[in-house]
């Protein structure tokens, strides 16, 4: 949280995502629902690009000759395996790393 002082603005150390829920400032309903209405927007337009790009991906998948598909679902395995035994490692170090790591 900032300060207002003769000499300028201070820092006290408040986070300011804590100032924000703490000492809230009123808005106009206007304003609400206009926020409201942009973040619906946003949350549709990021589902229609997750969407499009399972589309392409699942394209690009199913061009591929039986030998590409089958390399290509063998890496994916791959991939998993190696993805839990990194998490496995990373939760069963010490109490930082699993913090760091989740």
Do not use: H, L
């Amino acid at each position: 949280m900032f300060v207002a002082m003769s000499s300028g603005v201070v820092n006290i150390g408040v986070n300011s995502a804590y100032a924000a829920s703490v000492f809230s400032i009123m808005q106009p309903k206007a304003v609400k629902k206009a926020q409201k209405k942009q973040d619906k927007k946003e949350k549709e337009q990021k589902k229609a690009i997750k969407k499009s790009d399972k589309a392409a991906k699942k394209r690009a998948f199913e061009i591929q000759s039986p030998e590409v598909k089958k390399r290509m679902k063998q890496n994916q395995k791959d991939i998993k395996a190696r993805e839990k035994a990194k998490k496995k490692n990373n939760n069963s170090g010490t109490k930082t790393a699993k913090k760091k790591y989740r």
